[in-house]
């Protein structure tokens, strides 16, 4: 079984940073595309930022410039760097990977705060 565990999240004040990690463990196959997504309550899951096995990466429009995504391959683990964080990306964070073979997977969540 692969098992994805995010940590890092927390209450932060506007203007605030918080790095989240997601590691994978129990997986015997590469992991391609690794991504976080988050939810707001009411309203869909989005993708908040993708990165490739091979390092391509997208993000979501409203957090280009503000947060950084990245991959330690060998250790199958990704981070996203959150800074100048507003109230609206309050939400529940969820780590998803791509693993060969298996399919998807998503960690259980971590929860962002962004308020005063």
């Known amino acids: 079984q692969v098992q994805l565990v995010e940590s890092g999240g927390g209450l932060v004040q506007p203007g605030g940073s918080l790095r989240l990690s997601c590691a994978a463990s129990?997986?015997?196959?590469?992991?391609?595309?690794m991504a976080w997504y988050r939810q707001a309550p009411g309203k869909a899951r989005d993708l908040v930022a993708v990165m490739s096995r091979g390092g391509t990466i997208r993000y979501a429009d409203s957090v280009k410039g503000r947060f950084t995504i990245s991959r330690d391959n060998a250790k199958n683990i990704v981070y996203l760097q959150m800074t100048s964080l507003k109230p609206e990306d309050t939400a529940v964070y969820y780590c998803?990977?791509?693993?060969?073979?298996?399919?998807?997977?998503w960690g259980q969540g971590t929860q962002v705060t962004v308020s005063s």
């Open positions: 998803n990977a791509q693993v060969r073979v298996i399919g998807t997977r």
């Open positions: 129990g997986s015997m196959f590469k992991i391609d595309d």
